[in-house]
């Protein structure tokens, strides 16, 4: 997989579907302890304009574990912040990094520096995409499937916005079910289902719906995330209502699948989008996803870096 060297990884749909099988064998293997993979002297910038625990810290921890270093860059103390150009800004960095990850608000940001920057270039969440997400989420599922993901069902409850979108195009790239349960004027982007489609052609099915119990029947696989993301917080009081039904609960898992698992990317609001029982429960993976966090970057930061 030399293919990968140097390139961005910018949306889910950047890698090919042996690309990403690839990437997720190597995570397994570096898990295992089977592989190791020398990055010494090698640099990776974080640029996050917003929280985060996992990304952050998984990916400094894999960077870590490659041999490399990370430098976790302040915005509040950057020339970014008193107005810099981040085309300028990205040039700049390119000179002092290896791999920039960037957490922001508008894709176009992270388009812009990979326009600008000569070096990798990461999507560490924006509101359209959370690609290094889907990548653990996938290694979950082969995790708990013995290896499969081609014809099993992912069905998303919720929220139909970044997590759901890398979802959606991260299942069918591999052949896997989607259906996508939200409220009405929640759905993902049409584009991105579309794209999807397009992707799964005639392997997979992509499904909308604003049934949750319809979605759940037969699931392999239930997954959400929070009712109101970051840069949303002013919404979240008014949006329970609308989501209560899409709560991933005991009532709601006991249609799926009896072997189903249940992922969120995290950070969860136990009560709102799932409950305390069940993802303490024993069918969820959230823990060991949020491991795979780490492996599944230091997979993507090996192969990018070469
Ligand atoms: N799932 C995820 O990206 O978590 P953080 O916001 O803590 O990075
Ligand atoms: N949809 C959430 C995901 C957090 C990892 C957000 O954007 O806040």
């Known amino acids: 997989m030399a293919g990968l060297h140097g390139r961005d990884f910018l949306r889910i749909t950047d890698i090919s579907e042996a690309e990403m099988l690839e990437l997720l064998t190597l995570a397994g293997q570096l898990k295992a302890g089977q592989e190791k993979i020398d990055c010494f002297g090698k640099i990776l910038g974080l640029f996050f304009r917003k929280s985060s625990t996992r990304t952050r810290v998984s990916f400094s921890s894999a960077m870590w574990r490659l041999g490399g270093q990370v430098i976790d860059l302040n915005l509040n103390v950057m020339q970014v912040s008193r107005g810099e ?11 002092y990094l290896d791999v920039l990850a960037i957490r922001t608000f508008e894709q176009t940001e992270v388009q812009e520096f990979a326009d600008y920057a000569d070096i990798p270039v990461i999507n560490a969440l924006t ?4 690609p290094c997400q889907i990548l653990a989420d996938l290694k979950t599922v082969q995790e708990a499937f013995a290896g499969q993901l081609a014809g ?14 890398s979802l959606i195009l991260g299942c069918a790239l ?23 489609k397009e992707l799964a052609g005639d392997r997979a099915t992509i499904t909308l719906t604003t ?24 919404l979240a009081e008014s949006r329970i209502p609308i989501f209560q039904p899409y709560q991933i609960n005991d009532e ?41 966090r780490m492996h599944a970057q230091q997979a993507l930061l090996a192969k990018l870096l070469g």
């Open 174 to 196: 591999v052949g896997m079910n989607v259906c996508v349960a939200t409220p009405a004027d929640y759905q993902p982007d049409a584009g991105i289902v579309a794209q999807a």
């Open 252 to 292: 709601l898992l006991a249609i799926a699948a009896k072997d189903a698992i249940v992922l969120h990317c995290l950070p969860a609001h136990r009560g709102e989008e799932i409950t305390d029982s069940v993802i303490e429960g024993p069918q969820s993976r959230v823990w060991q996803e949020a491991e795979n």
């Open 127 to 130: 509101d359209l995409e959370h």
């Open 85 to 95: 150009p981040i085309k300028d800004t990205a040039r700049i960095l390119s000179g």
């Open 211 to 234: 049934d949750p119990k319809a979605a759940v029947e037969g699931a392999n696989v239930l997954y959400t995330d929070v009712w109101a993301s970051m840069g949303q917080e002013d």
């Open 152 to 165: 099993l069902t992912m069905t998303y409850l919720g929220d139909g916005n970044n997590v759901a979108h």
